[in-house]
């Protein structure tokens, strides 16, 4: 899939239609290696290392701002390290799901206290923080964030906290949402929000903010139901922004159609459900704690990458995991599964 | 073994409700594709086609020529180009080339807005397309790309001189229609506004022959994944070769353009007439040579009326002066129903042009007087309603329906025959020969000669007539004035194609413009013969009309109305007329000629009207229509290879050098037909190559013609003493004063 929405504007950037997917296929096979060594790897092991591994991530976070920091397309989010670039939030991603098993194992009781819960969801908010401020990506952010809350949720007894807050958000959320479409907002803070804009009427940002959004979506709908066959695409020649890596999801619909997207989901769906099933009988909390985490960090993507793509929600850089382009992302990717595939190899040696 | 903590039952349960909620936000995003693919699959997929073309780019097709019947290019499209600007490109490499480009573009086209440019590059800094200058000639643009190809040489920080390659300017290719001939037979070639789309003539009838189809050069991606481009080449328009010959045609609008000039103020303030038409076309064939009015227009800016006066045509009551002269029971004709362009809301000028840019000869309908005399005859004698031998008593005018309708001549001619009758234009001879034929016989033949009927014409704009003439509801005084047409409303193409006919031997030929359609390699995709629509009269008719015909020219001067029409060495037959405009008995008149050379086997016709010369007698003045054939028949005839049969005078001959000068030097707004320095074409032997005028060379200059057709100086010229004609300054031989052959001459001067 890669291959297929890449390969124009690898050829005409880099003049090797394969340009992307020889750098995505080095990352998969770095990523398989190190799978395999993770899954081998008892997950205890992640506990004794948790410390180091969270200021490890933050330490990352704050290297992007040192001179072997990268910028690609005006955004300051990678480092160099060898030859190959990196991207700390990834790893943050990682870090943030261990270090919170390790945390909640840690202090199980005192999750019942709201007191106790805040103290946990701290120490998530802080690379939470970091990500945003250091190398202003709200999607990582948002990503993080969001793995904390759904690791907490799982952990603490309580229910009315989440319903709460999520009271609280939707209703932060409507209420912005309500400001911007009436513009009731001054143009000067409408910069960050045009976004929103763009979004309740794509059509009316069709060559600005709402171009990418909009040519996704004109890709969804011109695939049909069955699509125009592999590799057929028109949008990513140039219309689809990002076409290999965020926006990836409208080109597979332009090209294999609904039916093929929705085989997509089922996918998805399906791994989802066997890391349930490999948390349901992980041998203990913190075992199914980390793969709760990466259950939340895959579903969370997923959802987060389809919503944008079809204007459900706006747009927000979130990859597709596995399936976009990102050497850093498959790479961790692989990583949590292998510890997945430990603990599900843990139970089963039970 | 220490204590293990578990992972709660408690636990679980909120798994198994974060994986719900997680089905449920997947359920709902493939429901939301659904509807995307349901509601807007249809307009997307559209969408995204457009796209795609919008990557494509289009190649201009090249409209047709149309040239003339030696092959002279009347109109043909030139390849330009429109600057385009790249605003993106022009900011690459952080602005490096940005202002050496934009000190380029000043310096070379000086034409071009630089603020407005400067504006739209910083304020659309991404926007790649705009195009700022258009029709910009070729040579131009290769100086500019070569220049920029070349890029611009500085100094950078190091003091060492750097060439910084420009980009940020393309061109894009257009064509623009140009008239060579600027205002030659404006009003029969018409012109070209806008996306390609013709206006009245040629331009308009034939303006999807003449137009092509675009091409398109598009990006798609091979199998390979490599952007490739196609190139659907554009389609070029075809060419018109018509049978207007330019050299008639210019003839005829300089003999316009003098008549004109003498006549102006000369019995009334302004013009010469109200207006003028002229047809002159092969009556065997229905070939139109040339179609010419007053006043002309430049094609290449129809719009530029310098020089034209348009307060003539400014206030409806003179303009409409010629359609105005309806049939009596009918009123007026309304210009609406003549118009071809009637559009409600046009300001005055606008108004104005559009009647210059009309051609007279087959948009406005006038009553066409004694001409249509022969019709009557023609019909009566076909029909067998008369013998032609019977003779009519003129007492000078003959009372129909308690109306004493008169004669020209008013005191009478006595008795008269059929033929002097036609030769004299006695109303009486034909109004009793109308009332021999009956109203039902004279109505069958007016149908017959295709009168209220469309000839069909290949020209955009010929009125419809359907409605101008006479019905079954017709009396007895509308049929005593139509014999000798009055009382409706006629066409000048009606009229010459009808008078073709009646001599030709009794053929109708579709009057047309267009011999032949070629596409743009030169292959001939249709070929248009003469197409003969119908035999209006006998053989024997015809023939009978043509013996009559001539005894109206070639008759004495005391017997006949049109002698003075005769070109001398030639036998002319033809019918002179002069028509009462409506309302009666205001003392204005449109005076016309119908003449034919020669009398015996006609090759040429020549139809002149003038709508209300400026004279004090207009009544008496049908003589400046018969001047002005014979000026053009003088010209026109040697130039079609007719050779001259009968004796010249000495006084002919006389008035023939006289002539000379007149014939062969252009006033100065002939000259303006010259064609433009810079398209003398190849192989245009009769084009003199310094200015490239044919019979109408510099008017400060003396030109005429020697027997190669070289343009030789007039006062190189010697004459011979015997008989006054010029000599030939290449061989010394005597050559005839008309035709400039050699007297003995079978030396080809112009061959067809």
Same mark, same amino acid.
């Given at each position: 899939?890669?291959?297929?929405?890449?390969?124009?504007?690898?050829?005409?950037?880099?003049?090797?239609?394969?340009?992307?997917?020889?750098?995505?296929?080095?990352?998969?096979?770095?990523?398989?290696?190190?799978?395999?060594?993770?899954?081998?790897?008892?997950?205890?092991?992640?506990?004794?290392?948790?410390?180091?591994?969270?200021?490890?991530?933050?330490?990352?976070?704050?290297?992007?701002?040192?001179?072997?920091?990268?910028?690609?397309?005006?955004?300051?989010?990678?480092?160099?390290?060898?030859?190959?670039?990196?991207?700390?939030?990834?790893?943050?991603?990682?870090?943030?799901?261990?270090?919170?098993?390790?945390?909640?194992?840690?202090?199980?009781?005192?999750?019942?206290?709201?007191?106790?819960?805040?103290?946990?969801?701290?120490?998530?908010?802080?690379?939470?923080?970091?990500?945003?401020?250091?190398?202003?990506?709200?999607?990582?952010?948002?990503?993080?964030?969001?793995?904390?809350?759904?690791?907490?949720?799982?952990?603490?007894?309580?229910?009315?906290?989440?319903?709460?807050?999520?009271?609280?958000?939707?209703?932060?959320?409507?209420?912005?949402?309500?400001?911007?479409?009436?513009?009731?907002?001054?143009?000067?803070?409408?910069?960050?929000?045009?976004?929103?804009?763009?979004?309740?009427?794509?059509?009316?940002?069709?060559?600005?903010?709402?171009?990418?959004?909009?040519?996704?979506?004109?890709?969804?709908?011109?695939?049909?139901?069955?699509?125009?066959?592999?590799?057929?695409?028109?949008?990513?020649?140039?219309?689809?922004?990002?076409?290999?890596?965020?926006?990836?999801?409208?080109?597979?619909?332009?090209?294999?159609?609904?039916?093929?997207?929705?085989?997509?989901?089922?996918?998805?769906?399906?791994?989802?459900?066997?890391?349930?099933?490999?948390?349901?009988?992980?041998?203990?909390?913190?075992?199914?704690?980390?793969?709760?985490?990466?259950?939340?960090?895959?579903?969370?993507?997923?959802?987060?990458?389809?919503?944008?793509?079809?204007?459900?929600?706006?747009?927000?850089?979130?990859?597709?995991?596995?399936?976009?382009?990102?050497?850093?992302?498959?790479?961790?990717?692989?990583?949590?599964?292998?510890?997945?595939?430990?603990?599900?190899?843990?139970?089963?040696?039970? | *073994?220490?204590?293990?903590?578990?992972?709660?039952?408690?636990?679980?349960?909120?798994?198994?409700?974060?994986?719900?909620?997680?089905?449920?936000?997947?359920?709902?995003?493939?429901?939301?594709?659904?509807?995307?693919?349901?509601?807007?699959?249809?307009?997307?997929?559209?969408?995204?086609?457009?796209?795609?073309?919008?990557?494509?780019?289009?190649?201009?097709?090249?409209?047709?020529?149309?040239?003339?019947?030696?092959?002279?290019?009347?109109?043909?499209?030139?390849?330009?180009?429109?600057?385009?600007?790249?605003?993106?490109?022009?900011?690459?490499?952080?602005?490096?080339?940005?202002?050496?480009?934009?000190?380029?573009?000043?310096?070379?086209?000086?034409?071009?807005?630089?603020?407005?440019?400067?504006?739209?590059?910083?304020?659309?800094?991404?926007?790649?397309?705009?195009?700022?200058?258009?029709?910009?000639?070729?040579?131009?643009?290769?100086?500019?790309?070569?220049?920029?190809?070349?890029?611009?040489?500085?100094?950078?920080?190091?003091?060492?001189?750097?060439?910084?390659?420009?980009?940020?300017? !393309?061109?894009?290719?257009?064509?623009?229609?140009?008239?060579?001939?600027?205002?030659?037979?404006?009003?029969? /070639?018409?012109?070209?506004?806008?996306?390609?789309?013709?206006?009245?003539?040629?331009?308009?009838?034939?303006?999807?022959?003449?137009?092509?189809?675009?091409?398109?050069?598009?990006?798609?991606?091979?199998?390979?994944?490599? *952007?490739?481009?196609?190139?659907?080449?554009?389609?070029?328009?075809?060419?018109?070769?018509?049978?207007?010959?330019?050299?008639?045609?210019?003839?005829?609008?300089?003999?316009?353009?003098?008549?004109?000039?003498?006549? !102006?103020?000369?019995?009334?303030?302004?013009?010469?007439?109200?207006?003028?038409?002229?047809?002159?076309?092969?009556?065997?064939?229905?070939?139109?040579?040339?179609?010419?009015?007053?006043? /002309?227009?430049?094609?290449?800016?129809?719009?530029?009326?310098?020089?034209?006066?348009?307060?003539?045509?400014?206030?409806?009551?003179?303009?409409?002066?010629?359609?105005?002269?309806?049939?009596?029971?009918?009123?007026?004709?309304?210009?609406?129903?003549?118009?071809?362009?009637?559009?409600?809301?046009?300001?005055?000028?606008?108004?104005?042009?559009?009647?210059? !840019?009309?051609?007279?000869?087959?948009?406005?309908?006038?009553?066409?007087?004694?001409?249509?005399?022969?019709?009557?005859?023609?019909?009566?004698?076909?029909?067998?309603?008369?013998?032609?031998?019977?003779?009519?008593?003129?007492?000078?005018?003959?009372?129909?329906?308690?109306?004493?309708?008169?004669?020209?001549?008013?005191?009478?001619?006595?008795?008269?025959?059929?033929?002097?009758?036609?030769?004299?234009?006695?109303?009486? /001879?034909?109004?009793?020969?109308?009332?021999?034929?009956?109203?039902?016989? !004279?109505?069958?033949?007016?149908?017959?000669?295709?009168?209220?009927?469309?000839?069909?014409?290949?020209?955009?704009?010929?009125?419809?007539?359907?409605?101008?003439?006479?019905?079954?509801?017709?009396?007895?005084?509308?049929?005593?004035?139509?014999?000798?047409?009055?009382?409706?409303?006629?066409?000048?193409?009606?009229?010459?194609?009808?008078?073709?006919?009646?001599?030709?031997?009794?053929?109708?030929?579709?009057?047309?413009?267009?011999?032949?359609?070629?596409?743009?390699?030169?292959?001939?995709?249709?070929?248009?013969?003469?197409?003969?629509?119908?035999?209006?009269?006998?053989?024997?008719?015809?023939?009978?009309?043509?013996?009559?015909?001539?005894?109206?020219?070639?008759?004495?001067?005391?017997?006949?109305?049109?002698?003075?029409?005769?070109?001398?060495?030639?036998?002319?037959?033809?019918?002179?007329?002069?028509?009462?405009?409506?309302?009666?008995?205001?003392?204005?008149?449109?005076?016309?000629?119908?003449?034919?050379?020669?009398?015996?086997?006609?090759?040429?016709?020549?139809?002149?009207?003038?709508?209300?010369?400026?004279?004090?007698?207009?009544?008496?003045?049908?003589? *400046?229509?018969?001047?002005?054939?014979?000026?053009?028949?003088?010209?026109?005839?040697?130039?079609?290879?007719?050779?001259?049969?009968?004796? *010249?005078?000495?006084?002919?001959?006389?008035?023939?050098?006289?002539?000379?000068?007149?014939?062969?030097?252009?006033?100065?707004?002939?000259?303006?037909?010259?064609?433009?320095?810079?398209?003398?074409?190849?192989?245009?032997?009769?084009?003199?190559?310094?200015?490239?005028?044919?019979?109408?060379?510099?008017?400060?200059?003396?030109?005429?013609?020697?027997?190669?057709?070289? /343009?030789?100086?007039?006062?190189?010229?010697?004459?011979?003493?015997?008989?006054?004609?010029?000599?030939?300054?290449?061989?010394?031989?005597?050559?005839?004063?008309?035709?400039?052959?050699?007297?003995?001459?079978?030396?080809?001067?112009?061959?067809?």
């Amino acid at each position: 899939m890669v291959y297929s929405a890449s390969s124009y504007e690898a050829s005409t950037k880099f003049n090797d239609s394969a340009h992307y997917i020889k750098s995505q296929a080095k990352a998969t096979f770095l990523g398989l290696i190190v799978m395999g060594f993770v899954s081998k790897l008892d997950y205890h092991f992640w506990k004794k290392v948790y410390l180091p591994i969270y200021l490890g991530s933050i330490f990352l976070i704050f290297l992007v701002k040192s001179p072997i920091g990268m910028t690609i397309n005006g955004a300051n989010r990678w480092i160099r390290i060898g030859g190959m670039s990196f991207q700390p939030a990834e790893a943050a991603k990682l870090g943030i799901i261990i270090f919170l098993a390790v945390l909640i194992c840690n202090k199980r009781k005192s999750l019942n206290s709201l007191g106790g819960f805040i103290n946990c969801l701290i120490w998530a908010l802080v690379p939470t923080g970091l990500i945003y401020v250091v190398t202003k990506n709200l999607s990582s952010a948002i990503i993080i964030c969001g793995i904390a809350v759904v690791m907490l949720f799982v952990a603490s007894p309580r229910y009315w906290y989440y319903i709460l807050g999520a009271v609280m958000v939707g209703g932060a959320v409507a209420g912005v949402i309500y400001l911007v479409s009436s513009g009731i907002l001054p143009e000067s803070m409408s910069f960050r929000l045009g976004r929103v804009k763009a979004w309740l009427n794509p059509e009316a940002y069709a060559t600005s903010k709402g171009f990418q959004t909009l040519q996704a979506l004109y890709s969804i709908g011109s695939g049909g139901y069955f699509g125009k066959g592999l590799g057929q695409s028109t949008q990513k020649m140039g219309y689809v922004p990002e076409a290999q890596n965020d926006m990836i999801f409208s080109i597979i619909c332009e090209e294999l159609g609904l039916f093929g997207a929705v085989a997509v989901i089922l996918m998805f769906l399906i791994l989802i459900y066997r890391f349930l099933v490999i948390a349901n009988n992980a041998p203990d909390l913190f075992g199914a704690l980390l793969v709760v985490g990466v259950m939340g960090h895959i579903s969370l993507q997923v959802i987060l990458n389809i919503a944008v793509v079809t204007n459900t929600l706006p747009n927000t850089g979130v990859t597709l995991p596995f399936i976009s382009y990102g050497g850093t992302s498959v790479l961790f990717l692989m990583m949590e599964i292998g510890i997945a595939l430990n603990v599900s190899k843990a139970h089963s040696a039970e | *073994m220490k204590k293990i903590k578990k992972f709660t039952f408690r636990m679980r349960k909120k798994l198994m409700v974060l994986f719900i909620l997680v089905l449920a936000a997947f359920v709902m995003l493939s429901y939301k594709l659904y509807t995307i693919t349901r509601d807007n699959g249809d307009s997307y997929k559209r969408q995204v086609l457009s796209q795609q073309s919008k990557g494509s780019t289009v190649l201009p097709y090249r409209r047709g020529d149309i040239v003339d019947r030696k092959g002279s290019r009347l109109a043909y499209s030139e390849k330009v180009y429109n600057l385009v600007i790249d605003a993106k490109a022009m900011h690459e490499d952080d602005d490096k080339h940005l202002e050496p480009m934009l000190s380029l573009l000043e310096s070379e086209f000086p034409d071009l807005d630089m603020s407005e440019v400067r504006a739209y590059v910083k304020d659309k800094p991404n926007s790649r397309y705009k195009i700022f200058l258009k029709k910009i000639a070729a040579d131009k643009k290769e100086e500019f790309e070569a220049l920029k190809k070349a890029g611009v040489s500085s100094n950078d920080a190091d003091g060492k001189k750097v060439t910084i390659a420009l980009d940020g300017v !393309w061109f894009e290719e257009d064509y623009i229609r140009k008239y060579p001939y600027n205002t030659l037979a404006c009003d029969l /070639v018409g012109f070209v506004q806008g996306d390609n789309t013709g206006f009245f003539g040629l331009e308009e009838y034939y303006n999807s022959t003449l137009n092509g189809t675009n091409g398109r050069s598009y990006g798609y991606m091979n199998d390979d994944g490599i *952007m490739e481009s196609t190139i659907q080449e554009a389609e070029d328009g075809n060419t018109l070769v018509t049978t207007v010959d330019t050299n008639i045609q210019s003839i005829v609008e300089k003999h316009i353009k003098l008549y004109y000039e003498k006549y !102006w103020n000369n019995f009334r303030d302004g013009a010469a007439a109200e207006n003028i038409g002229v047809i002159v076309m092969n009556p065997n064939n229905g070939e139109i040579y040339a179609m010419a009015g007053y006043p /002309v227009f430049d094609l290449n800016d129809p719009t530029n009326m310098d020089g034209v006066d348009l307060t003539p045509f400014m206030t409806s009551t003179s303009s409409n002066a010629v359609s105005s002269n309806a049939i009596e029971t009918q009123t007026s004709v309304s210009e609406d129903s003549l118009s071809v362009d009637a559009a409600p809301e046009m300001d005055e000028e606008t108004k104005a042009m559009n009647k210059i !840019w009309r051609n007279t000869c087959i948009s406005d309908s006038y009553e066409p007087g004694s001409v249509m005399k022969p019709f009557t005859t023609a019909g009566a004698l076909d029909a067998g309603k008369i013998t032609g031998n019977e003779t009519y008593n003129c007492g000078g005018f003959l009372e129909v329906g308690g109306h004493k309708i008169h004669c020209h001549n008013r005191l009478g001619d006595g008795l008269l025959t059929v033929q002097q009758g036609m030769a004299k234009s006695c109303n009486v /001879v034909l109004m009793n020969i109308a009332f021999t034929m009956g109203k039902d016989e !004279w109505l069958r033949y007016n149908r017959i000669f295709n009168f209220g009927l469309k000839t069909n014409i290949d020209l955009a704009g010929e009125a419809n007539a359907s409605e101008l003439t006479f019905g079954e509801n017709m009396g007895q005084t509308d049929l005593a004035v139509a014999s000798f047409g009055q009382g409706f409303n006629v066409t000048m193409i009606q009229m010459a194609a009808g008078f073709s006919a009646l001599i030709n031997g009794g053929y109708y030929y579709q009057p047309h413009v267009v011999s032949k359609i070629e596409n743009s390699k030169g292959a001939v995709l249709e070929e248009k013969t003469p197409k003969v629509v119908k035999q209006v009269i006998s053989e024997s008719t015809s023939q009978k009309m043509r013996e009559m015909l001539r005894t109206v020219v070639m008759s004495d001067p005391k017997e006949c109305t049109g002698w003075s029409a005769r070109p001398a060495g030639y036998t002319e037959g033809g019918k002179t007329g002069t028509a009462e405009k409506y309302p009666r008995g205001n003392g204005k008149y449109l005076i016309s000629f119908m003449g034919f050379v020669p009398a015996e086997n006609p090759q040429v016709l020549c139809y002149v009207i003038i709508d209300t010369p400026n004279a004090p007698n207009q009544s008496e003045s049908t003589r *400046m229509a018969t001047v002005l054939n014979k000026d053009i028949m003088t010209e026109v005839l040697p130039y079609l290879n007719i050779f001259p049969t009968e004796e *010249m005078t000495e006084a002919e001959i006389a008035e023939l050098q006289e002539k000379q000068g007149e014939f062969f030097i252009g006033s100065d707004g002939v000259s303006q037909n010259s064609v433009s320095d810079d398209v003398v074409e190849e192989g245009q032997e009769t084009v003199h190559e310094d200015d490239g005028t044919i019979y109408i060379p510099d008017p400060a200059e003396s030109v005429s013609y020697d027997s190669a057709g070289n /343009v030789i100086s007039q006062n190189a010229i010697q004459y011979d003493e015997a008989t006054g004609y010029p000599l030939d300054p290449a061989t010394g031989e005597v050559l005839d004063p008309v035709t400039l052959e050699p007297i003995d001459g079978n030396v080809s001067f112009i061959s067809d």
